[in-house]
């Protein structure tokens, strides 16, 4: 297993680490993610361990807390071995006040995460969204404070675009407040927006990706391909409603270029499309999901190799998509000889 600095924290993390969403099994959407129990979760946990990974990676919505209460009993014993990785702000209640970044909420929060995981102290604390009701001053100060009393040992994003990041960081900055150091972030092969703001933005400012749903959402496991009708199986019918459109035909060329370097490197497709990432610039961990024990090995052989360079060329060419303005123009070729592009 390969461990990369968290952003500019100082702070090593594991190339893959294991999503906890799948724990826990309630409501609409993370009972189509898998329905895993304590003792489930442990074992998953152990071949985890066993395999070199340390991040483990939950929220407080995902099963309205089972997630995380299933998680904090299975690294029961072992916390010294694990990075806890959490997320909040979020709605957790029927309350006024339970969603948000207010110092009330994010309090209170904090502190329910912690009973939940059963530890003193959560390794990487992120904002599952941007509250655009209070004030970033108040945010940072709170979480800043979070920090001071050792409940919190570094501080992460999820879902803010560019400028919401910057200002955030902008205000730690004036104050002296504890920055962002993670960036929790849908990428992949078939949802590549990342790269166009927030790649070079976690560049400039020391921020690690964390990346969610690497296999657009189940989109690029092999079993999805051109002329075949999806599987009566796939969690795709409960939870498309959830995820950012693909189109077909992009993703038939895409999975069309995993079958051929499948054919040339013995590699499952999912282990190509998570090799894929682990090469993309600011990357610091790729989020692994499994509802069984063999999902999890197959996604833990993405680790000790590499793709060539002409084999990532393929993919990049098959996944490529036209950027939105004012991005595209460094794509096109326009200002590319005295402006090339970010990454």
């Not at 939950?58 to 694990?82: F, N, Q």
């Not at 790729?286 to 509802?291: C, K, Q, T």
């Not at 993405?302 to 950027?323: F, I, K, M, N, Y």
Request: proline share 5%.
């Amino acid at each position: 297993m390969e461990y990369r600095f968290l952003g500019q924290s100082g702070f090593k993390v594991s190339s893959l680490g294991l999503g906890a969403g799948t724990f826990g099994g309630k409501g609409p959407l993370f009972s189509a993610w898998g329905s895993t129990d304590v003792k489930e979760a442990a074992r998953l946990i152990d071949i985890c361990l066993d395999a070199g990974v340390n991040l483990f990676d939950t929220a407080d919505v995902y099963s309205d807390g089972a997630s995380e209460s299933i998680l904090g009993a299975a690294i029961k014993g072992r916390r010294d071995r694990v990075v806890l990785s959490t997320k909040l702000t979020l709605r957790m209640g029927d309350e006024p006040n339970d969603v948000g970044a207010s110092r009330h909420h994010l309090l209170k929060a904090t502190d329910q995460a912690l009973k939940r995981l059963d530890t003193d102290h959560i390794d990487i604390l992120q904002l599952h969204h941007f509250d655009a009701m209070t004030p970033v001053e108040s945010v940072m100060a709170t979480l800043d404070e979070l920090v001071r009393a050792g409940k919190v040992r570094y501080l992460g994003v999820s879902n803010f675009s560019g400028w919401q990041i910057m200002k955030s960081q902008a205000v730690a900055e004036r104050y002296g407040y504890s920055r962002f150091v993670a960036n929790q972030a849908y990428y992949s092969l078939v949802g590549r927006d990342y790269e166009w703001e927030l790649m070079p933005l976690g560049q400039d400012q020391g921020l690690g990706a964390i990346v969610w749903s690497p296999l657009g959402w189940g989109r690029l496991t092999g079993n999805i391909r051109r002329g075949q009708a999806l599987s009566e199986h796939s969690r795709l019918h409960e939870t498309a409603g959830f995820a950012p459109p693909v189109d077909d035909e992009r993703l038939f060329r895409i999975v069309d270029v995993l079958d051929g370097i499948a054919e040339e490197t013995g590699k499952s497709i999912p282990q190509i499309a998570l090799n894929w990432l682990l090469g993309r610039p600011t990357v610091s961990s790729v989020l692994i999901g499994a509802r069984n024990e063999t999902q999890l090995r197959d996604n833990l052989g993405t680790a000790g190799w590499r793709l060539d360079e002409e084999q990532a060329r393929r993919l990049d060419e098959a996944s490529r998509v036209t950027p939105p303005y004012p991005y595209y123009p460094y794509w096109n070729g326009q200002f590319a000889e005295r402006n090339p592009p970010p990454v």
